[in-house]
Structures are given as structure tokens and as C-alpha cells.
């Protein structure tokens, strides 16, 4: 509880390989090639999922919302009402600068 990097997942990119245990044992294999591919691993992140939304007419917000007509004792008033049907997720959005991800272990500034 409280964990929000890939660690808790058990997807570590940059742990280096004497951190993986080695290769033996049942699904070594699997161990080697982690190793293999985390010192490919780059510590940038060049796109993010997108918070986002479309709706029915292609307009993109974070939230929409639509203008309601409400009759109370003979007063007309308007209210706004949160829409939450038919809308469609932005997808991946590419970043303008490349940031560091969350778990690369590194110090960037000491004080």
C-alpha cells in the first residue's frame, strides 16, 4: 500500500543484474533475459498516458459538462450537469522534453 512506482509490479528496468539473483532455478531463462533488457533500459520518459477526454463532437477537455433547465416552484433556473457517457480517452501524449522516471535510482541535487 502506497507504492506508485513499477517496483510494486515487480518491473524494475534498472536494477542491475547481480539484484536479479542470477540465473538459476525454474525461470532462469526468464531472469537472463530481464538482465539482458534492463541495461538497455533508458531513465527518460519521452510520453504519458493523456488526462484528457473527446467527446461526441471532437472537443478535448479534462471534464464536460452540460446545461440543465430545473423548474423549482415555478423559477426557472440553469444548472450545469457532469457529463460521464461517450467520451473517449486522449490515448498517449508525447512529452515537448524528455523527463526522468519515477524509479531510476539516482540523486540529481544534494544539499
Keep these: 500500500m502506497g507504492t506508485s512506482g513499477s517496483k510494486s509490479r515487480g518491473l524494475w528496468p534498472f536494477a542491475s543484474s547481480a539484484a536479479g539473483g542470477g540465473g538459476e532455478g525454474p525461470g532462469g531463462q526468464q531472469a537472463l533475459a530481464r538482465a539482458r533488457a534492463a541495461r538497455a533500459a533508458t531513465p527518460f520518459v519521452f510520453t504519458r498516458r493523456g488526462s484528457m477526454y473527446y467527446d461526441e463532437d471532437g472537443d478535448l477537455a479534462h471534464e464536460f459538462y452540460e446545461e440543465t433547465i430545473v423548474t423549482k416552484n ?38
Excluded at 88 to 111: A, N, S, W
Aim: aromatic content about 2%; overall charge positive; proline content about 8%.
Design 74 to 111: 415555478g423559477r426557472k433556473r440553469a444548472k450545469l450537469k457532469r457529463i460521464h457517457k461517450n467520451l473517449i480517452p486522449q490515448g498517449i501524449v508525447k512529452l515537448e522534453h524528455p523527463r526522468i522516471h519515477v524509479d531510476f535510482p539516482v540523486i540529481i541535487c544534494e544539499v
